[in-house]
């Protein structure tokens, strides 16, 4: 049976770091390309950042780029996600996200199956 696990969340200041880990079970994690998306109270779920079943190709949404960085490790079937210079707009459960195939996608309906979050929260 498949599995996403998210981990890694927590409470941080402003301009602190976080690092998510998603880890992969039953299945083989190099055949499926991994997205990060995050949902805040009263908002609809948004992308974050995606990487490709290689990790040559990785992509991130406008307010992300340059403070955070998706990689992976398919011998250990982990996926991650480095999170700096935090602001408190990026507190939200983070959701790591398998889809089949090669390519990336910032689209929710290309996922197939889904973890079941890691809270984080940015606050003085």
């Known amino acids: 049976q498949l599995h996403l696990v998210e981990s890694g969340g927590g409470l941080v200041q402003p301009g602190g770091s976080l690092r998510l880990s998603c880890a992969a079970s039953g299945f083989a994690l190099v055949n499926y390309a991994i997205g990060w998306f995050r949902q805040a109270p009263g908002k609809e779920r948004e992308g974050v950042s995606c990487?490709?079943?290689?990790?040559?190709?990785?992509n991130y949404a406008d307010s992300m780029k340059g403070r955070f960085t998706i990689s992976r490790d398919n011998s250990k079937k982990m996926v991650y996600l480095q999170m700096n210079s935090l602001k408190p707009e990026d507190t939200a459960v983070y959701y790591c996200?398998?889809?089949?195939?090669?390519?990336?996608?910032?689209?929710?309906?290309?996922?197939?199956?889904w973890g079941q979050g890691t809270q984080v929260t940015v606050s003085s």
């Open positions: 990487i490709n079943t290689s990790g040559a190709d990785t």
């Open positions: 996200a398998a889809r089949w195939g090669f390519v990336c996608s910032s689209e929710l309906t290309a996922y197939d199956y």
